[in-house]
C-alpha cells in the first residue's frame, strides 16, 4: 500500500519531537494493514498531537480539547466498518479523563494513542495529569502538589480490554500500534515521548531514560484478561436485534374547527399531584386534533413532590418560533405555588385574556376576566382539577372544544382512565 500522508502537509513538529516519529509509524501501520484512507478516521484533540487529522489522507475530526473520545465514539457507533483512531496528549487526556473512563467501560472498538510528554507543550510548558513531581515545568510549583496519572492503570482498572505502556522509541512500536487497531475493543496505548520545545529545555529526558523509568513500573503490554469481553458495538447491535420495533409515530388528522381562529397561548399554574403536565399534553393533542401546531414548556421543582408545577402551552396555526409566553390567552390558577412562580405576569393581563381561578387559590390584582370555579363542592379529586379546569375551558369554547378534548383523551388514555376522564369532562360544571 501507498503511503497514506499528506505530502501538501507533511509534519511540523519541533525538531526531535517524538510526535513525528509517531506520526509516520503510524503511517507504516495503515500500511502493513493493507487500509485505504476511506477505511479510516482520525479523531484529533487539541495540542501538538491535534495536528495529526491533518497530516494524513484519512475521514478526519478535530474537536474541543479532551472530548476526541466521545466524537469517535458516535462514529464508530454511526460507521463500525471504519477504523477509528484517536490521537491525544496528556494534556487532553487530564482535561478529558471522565470520557477515558467512559470508552474503558464501554469497550467500543477505538484505538486511543496518548502521546505523552508530561506537559502541555503547545501552550507553554504548563503540568499536565502526568507531569513527574520532580520535574521543572511552566507553571511553577502546582506540579509538585499532585500525583501523575498512571494511564494504563487507570485505564485496566476502569474496565479497558487491552493497555499498553511504552516508548515512543521501542523498536517493534509499529507492530504493537497494528496489533491495538486489530483488537476488537478498546485499545489504550500510553506512549511516552520527549517534547524538545518545551519539557527538554528545563528536564533531561532521553529515549535511555524513557526506558529506565518505564522498567521501574509494572509492565503494561496489551490484552488485559480479565477485562476481555463483547466488544460494545457488536453487542449493542446483537442487543438490539432482539427489541420489539418501535411503533410509527402517532399521525393526528386534522378533523375539527378550533374555538378561535388565531394562536392561543394557555399557562396551566399549579402545584405537584395535580398533573399538570399531563393536562399540558392533552391541550396539546386537542390542538393537532384541530390541524394546529402546538408547543408544550413544563417547569417544576427537581425534588418532584412538592413545589410549583407549570405547564406553558401555544396553540396556533402558524409554525412557532419561540415558545416563550407574556401575554397568556388563558391562565389556569390551580395552586397558589405556580401562581406565585409566576406572579410577575398579572399585572399587565388585560380583559382579553381570562383567569380560571380554582376556590381557595389567591391571584395578585389584574385586568384580567375572573372566572372562578370551586371544584372540591363538585367532589372533583386535586389530582383531577387540572383535567377539570381543561374540560372547562371547552366548555367555554376557549382554546378548544369538548370535541377536539374528547379525541385527545382518546389518543392519551386507554381502557379505565379513558372511561374515567370522559366521565369527569361531561360531570364538570362550569360553576
Not at 283 to 289: D, E, H, K
Amino acid at each position: 500500500m501507498a503511503s497514506l500522508l499528506n505530502d501538501q502537509r507533511p509534519p511540523v513538529f519541533c525538531p526531535g519531537c517524538s510526535h513525528e516519529r509517531i506520526t509516520h509509524i503510524l503511517d507504516k501501520v495503515f500500511q502493513n494493514m493493507g487500509l485505504n484512507g476511506n477505511q479510516i478516521v482520525i479523531v484529533s484533540d487539541i495540542g501538538c498531537s491535534g495536528l495529526f487529522d491533518t497530516f494524513f489522507h484519512t475521514h478526519a475530526l478535530h474537536g474541543l480539547h479532551g472530548r476526541a473520545l466521545t466524537y469517535a465514539a458516535g462514529l464508530k457507533m454511526a460507521r463500525p466498518d471504519l477504523n477509528v483512531v484517536v490521537t491525544m496528549g496528556d494534556g487532553g487526556q487530564g482535561i478529558g479523563g471522565a470520557h477515558l473512563l467512559a470508552a474503558c467501560r464501554r469497550n467500543l472498538d477505538l484505538t486511543l494513542l496518548i502521546l505523552n510528554n508530561f506537559n502541555f507543550g503547545m501552550t507553554g510548558g504548563q503540568f499536565s495529569a502526568t507531569t513527574p513531581q520532580e520535574a521543572q515545568i511552566g507553571s511553577g510549583f502546582l506540579n509538585q502538589l499532585e500525583r501523575p496519572l498512571d494511564i494504563c492503570q487507570i485505564a485496566r482498572m476502569a474496565g479497558a480490554p487491552y493497555a499498553t505502556r511504552c516508548s515512543a522509541f521501542r523498536k517493534d512500536l509499529v507492530k504493537e500500534i497494528q496489533r491495538a487497531i486489530e483488537f476488537e475493543g478498546f485499545s489504550v496505548i500510553d506512549i511516552w515521548g520527549v517534547c524538545p520545545g518545551r519539557f527538554t529545555k528545563k528536564n533531561r529526558l532521553t529515549p535511555q531514560l524513557i526506558d529506565a523509568a518505564l522498567a521501574k513500573l509494572s509492565p503494561q503490554e496489551g490484552i488485559v484478561s480479565e477485562n476481555v469481553r463483547k466488544e460494545y458495538g457488536r453487542h449493542y447491535r446483537e442487543l438490539a436485534a432482539g427489541q420489539k420495533i418501535a411503533p410509527t409515530p402517532l399521525k393526528i388528522e386534522a378533523k375539527f374547527n378550533p374555538p378561535q381562529p388565531n394562536r392561543q397561548e394557555v399557562m396551566l399554574l399549579g402545584s405537584a399531584g395535580q398533573r399538570i403536565i399531563t393536562a399540558g399534553e392533552i391541550v396539546c393533542l386537542a390542538g393537532l386534533s384541530a390541524g394546529l401546531h402546538a408547543t408544550q414548556k413544563n417547569e417544576y421543582n427537581i425534588t418532584v413532590l412538592r413545589g410549583p408545577s407549570i405547564s406553558e402551552l401555544i396553540l396556533s396555526p402558524e409554525k412557532i418560533d419561540f415558545t416563550g409566553i407574556k401575554q397568556p390567552s388563558v391562565i389556569v390558577a390551580l395552586a397558589q405555588e405556580g401562581v406565585d412562580r409566576r406572579r410577575e405576569l398579572f399585572v399587565n393581563l388585560d380583559d382579553d385574556t381570562i383567569v380560571l381561578q380554582i376556590n381557595g387559590v389567591n391571584i395578585p390584582p389584574t385586568k384580567a376576566f375572573i372566572h372562578r370555579v370551586n371544584l372540591q363542592t363538585q367532589g372533583i379529586r386535586k389530582s383531577d382539577w387540572a383535567l377539570a379546569s381543561v374540560a372547562i375551558l371547552a366548555k367555554l369554547k376557549r382554546v378548544i372544544s369538548l370535541e377536539m378534548l374528547q379525541s385527545a383523551l382518546e389518543i392519551k388514555f386507554k381502557e379505565k382512565t379513558l372511561v374515567d376522564s370522559l366521565i369527569l369532562v361531561s360531570e364538570v360544571k362550569i360553576n
